[in-house]
């Protein structure tokens, strides 16, 4: 039996997540600044406080029902002596301190923002964070009411709870590691000498800053070259920016591959401690499927898409190499038009948690149509925006066309109008489900492909 595919049957633990959420309610009726940005979090940025809260710190009496409902102690958080990390492995639910000895923990609810500076600027908050600049694990306490206190934390590369930890990384170290990232070159003759570039600048990366915060360093870096080229993530961030909250409340980075080079890109994931999840297959006749990684320190998952044949459901495909095809799939002809995601095209799409209803209607207002969904479960609500159209080079049309893997009227076309490039993805959770919807997305994958997608229906 092939143990990966049976491996991740994520649960709903709804159990689990009403606990929080009654902790939460309490919370928000003490803290009046905490509950006033929850409020604006709705209204200004179609976001809810459950999917940035960081961690809760809960009296020592609450780990029994914690551990009832599936927590179970982080052994990965380095935390302060007598406090343990609660965490729930099958679900996505924030982290809960426990104190172990004397007095009870301070009832706390910190959420993680990207950038401490920029939520106390916009904020009003003077107070001086615990952590030096730049350093992997910051917090300061942006209000204190009736027992209840409210903090923001600003992690890099770190899953502890520990400020002020003396690390090899410094300032110096972190900036050098982003500007080697951001300046690196993607654009390659052919895809094999960007992939050894590509290496040889992480390997620079994990010198300075090692593993886990080169991590942080390339997904920030994939984020503002993805960002730059989609509307609706410019226009989304700018609304979460307006609250100082950043990117923190991504849910998953997709990359899309060729089959010739999938492997190299999983050897990439592999070097950035990647950890292999679910694969994932869209079903015999869709064509495709993905690899599903996450890094268990910074937290971020990968959704890695390839074209794949009905034989192929069962092979390990991010170890196993796979042969050419005679004929290109959705996410085949998505590379051939415009790159390796890794490269010279960047990410398909960052899908981020939300209010699933409320912010497709705020950006709709905005003009951001958004695509059908393609999950929409009590627990699981999916759905594109509308995708953003990149012009394609006139090289790789003539070669498609020369192959025989278009046709000469799809060529003119590409050359007048461009293809499908990105997307935003919003997506609402419920019950910590860590999973994915596999049936339905195979449709929306099919809609975006750039055969099916003349400009006039775009």
């Avoid at 009403?18 to 976001?47: H, I, K, P, Q």
């Avoid at 979460?240 to 190299?264: I, P, V, Y």
């Avoid at 064509?287 to 998952?301: D, F, K, S």
Wanted: hydrophobic content about 40%; some cysteine.
């Amino acid at each position: 039996m092939d143990t990966n595919k049976y491996e991740f049957d994520w649960p709903v633990c709804y159990e689990a997540e009403e606990l929080l959420f009654r902790r939460v309610d309490d919370f928000l009726l003490r803290n009046a600044f905490a509950r006033a940005l929850a409020s604006r979090m709705r209204d200004e940025t179609g976001t809810l406080l459950l999917d940035w809260i960081d961690f809760l710190a809960l009296p020592k009496q609450e780990e029994v029902s914690l551990r009832h409902a599936g927590f179970v102690e982080d052994s990965r958080a380095e935390t302060p002596d007598g406090v343990v990390a609660l965490y729930h492995p099958r679900a996505m639910l924030p982290r809960v301190l426990i104190s172990r000895n004397g007095s009870d923990l301070e009832f706390t609810l910190a959420i993680r923002v990207e950038s401490l500076v920029d939520f106390m600027g916009v904020h009003g908050i003077s107070a001086e964070p615990e952590g030096e600049p730049c350093s992997r694990f910051r917090r300061v306490v942006a209000s204190i009411e009736s027992g209840a206190r409210f903090e923001l934390v600003e992690r890099r590369g770190y899953r502890g709870f520990i400020s002020n930890r003396s690390h090899t990384n410094d300032a110096q170290s972190l900036l050098k590691a982003r500007e080697l990232w951001q300046t690196r070159a993607r654009n390659f003759d052919r895809a094999e000498e960007g992939f050894r570039a590509a290496d040889g600048v992480l390997d620079r990366l994990i010198d300075l800053v090692g593993r886990d915060l080169a991590c942080h360093v390339v997904f920030e870096g994939e984020r503002t070259f993805w960002e730059r080229r989609n509307r609706a993530a410019q226009l989304q961030k700018a609304r979460q920016d307006q609250l100082g909250l950043g990117w923190a409340n991504q849910d998953h980075h997709t990359f899309r591959s060729s089959r010739e080079h999938f492997r190299a890109l999983m050897r990439v994931m592999d070097k950035l401690g990647f950890e292999r999840r679910e694969r994932y297959f869209a079903g015999a006749q869709a064509g495709w499927g993905a690899q599903i990684l996450e890094q268990p320190v910074e937290g971020i998952v990968v959704f890695a898409d390839l074209d794949l044949l009905p034989e192929e459901t069962e092979i390990d495909f991010s170890r196993q190499p796979l042969p050419p095809a005679n004929r290109l799939g959705t996410v085949g002809l998505w590379v051939a038009l415009h790159g390796e995601s890794f490269l010279e095209a960047g990410m398909h799409h960052l899908e981020a948690r939300f209010d699933f209803a409320l912010v497709r209607e705020q950006l709709g207002a905005l003009q951001i149509n958004g695509m059908r969904p393609f999950s929409d479960f009590d627990f699981l609500k999916q759905a594109f925006t509308e995708g953003e159209r990149w012009s394609v080079r006139p090289g790789r049309v003539a070669e498609l066309l020369a192959a025989g893997l278009i046709t000469r009227e799809q060529s003119e076309r590409f050359l007048a109008e461009g293809a499908i490039g990105s997307h935003l993805e919003t997506l609402q959770r419920r019950g910590g489900f860590k999973g994915f919807n596999q049936k339905s997305v195979s449709a929306v994958i099919a809609a975006t492909d750039p055969r099916a997608n003349p400009l006039h229906h775009a």
